[in-house]
């Protein structure tokens, strides 16, 4: 087996550990090479499924505590994500398969940006800027690249104008004004 092969269903320990800590189902790389193709692809998938529809992360990087982090991430529609900011970092998207919605906000929460990205499309959020995402099909599958190291509760910073998510109809008019602006 080569060392850039890595099979999510069947982790060899050598080569990909799983974070049992982690707020997803996380998995990161121990060695490289790291090849990420379809079939790895179809893994993450899977391991959604066998999970439940949880979200799945595979981080390319060793650990949380990595100056650089690039993830593949699988994020299921219908799912609140937050918006946040990063004090000290910036970040990218770039779309895999699917289709996401991405918004930025000034610190008022005014929506300064808003658009769908498809699969091969990139967006870039600045560094102590707020944003969100939405999955617009069942699923999307992004790499992200940021800075690390992942810093706890204190990576994302979330405005006080975002629901929190523990009322559902709060939340629930707050996603659906977001979809009015990228429809």
């Excluded at 060392?3 to 269903?9: D, G, Y």
């Excluded at 509760?153 to 939340?171: E, F, H, K, M, V």
Aim: hydrophobic content about 35%; aromatic content about 8%.
């Amino acid at each position: 087996m080569s060392l850039s092969t890595l099979s999510l269903i069947k982790p060899n320990p050598e080569i990909l550990w799983e974070d049992p800590g982690a707020k997803t189902v996380s998995f990161f790389c121990k060695r490289h090479p790291v090849r990420v193709d379809h079939a790895l692809i179809e893994e993450l998938k899977e391991i959604s499924k066998l999970r439940h529809g949880q979200n799945v992360r595979l981080c390319l990087h060793d650990c949380p505590e990595a100056a650089h982090h690039d993830m593949i991430i699988l994020e299921n529609k219908g799912k609140y994500y937050r918006p946040h900011k990063h004090l000290e970092k910036g970040e990218a998207f770039h779309i895999m398969e699917g289709r996401m919605g991405i918004f930025t906000f000034d610190n008022a929460g005014n929506i300064t940006d808003a658009c769908a990205l498809n699969s091969g499309e990139i967006f870039r959020v600045g560094v102590n800027m707020h944003h969100a995402i939405m999955p617009l099909t069942e699923i999307v599958i992004y790499h992200e690249n940021k800075p690390g190291p992942f810093l706890g509760d204190r990576d994302s910073i979330y405005p006080d104008w975002a629901p929190d998510g523990l009322d559902d109809n709060i939340t629930n008019a707050y996603v659906s004004e977001l979809e009015n602006h990228i429809r």
